[in-house]
Nanobody, 125 residues
Framework: VQLQASGGGLVQAGGTLRLSCAAS????????VGWFRQAPGKEREFVAA????????YYADSVKGRFTISRDNAKNMVYLQMNSPKPEDTALYYC???????????????????WGQGTQVTVSS
């Protein structure tokens, strides 16, 4: 599966931004997808994940209530809607996928097999 993240850019704190993750594979609906981010000098961290059916979603506490992950399997797309972003959300955002993700490992980067290139999000105060 090839993944391509897009939609990053410069946004003011309190604004909105939507990231997109496009997948190349027809069977994408059988893959769970996660978003991770990495700020300069920091480790990569989990942001959100959505399972194959789209019914189960998971969020990092730091973004819960502000970010929403969703998917459109007909279009092989996963989205991360970022509402009320904060300067501390500034990072390089990656999407990743796995066809064997389980609940206990959803927040672990090592549980994902395929990664896209990152898209930079910069939130100004």
């Amino acid at each position: 599966v090839q993944l391509q993240a897009s939609g990053g850019g410069l946004v003011q704190a309190g604004g909105t931004l939507r990231l997109s993750c496009a997948a190349s594979r027809r069977s994408f609906s059988t893959y769970s997808v996660g978003w991770f981010r990495q700020a300069p000098g920091k480790e990569r961290e989990f942001v959100a994940a959505i399972f194959r059916s789209g019914g189960n979603t998971y969020y990092a506490d730091s973004v819960k209530g502000r970010f929403t992950i969703s998917r459109d399997n007909a279009k092989n797309m996963v989205y991360l809607q970022m509402n009320s972003p904060k300067p501390e959300d500034t990072a390089l955002y990656y999407c990743a996928s796995s066809n064997s993700l389980i609940v206990s490992t959803v927040r672990s980067a090592s549980a994902y097999d395929y990664w896209g290139q990152g898209t930079q999000v910069t939130v100004s105060s």
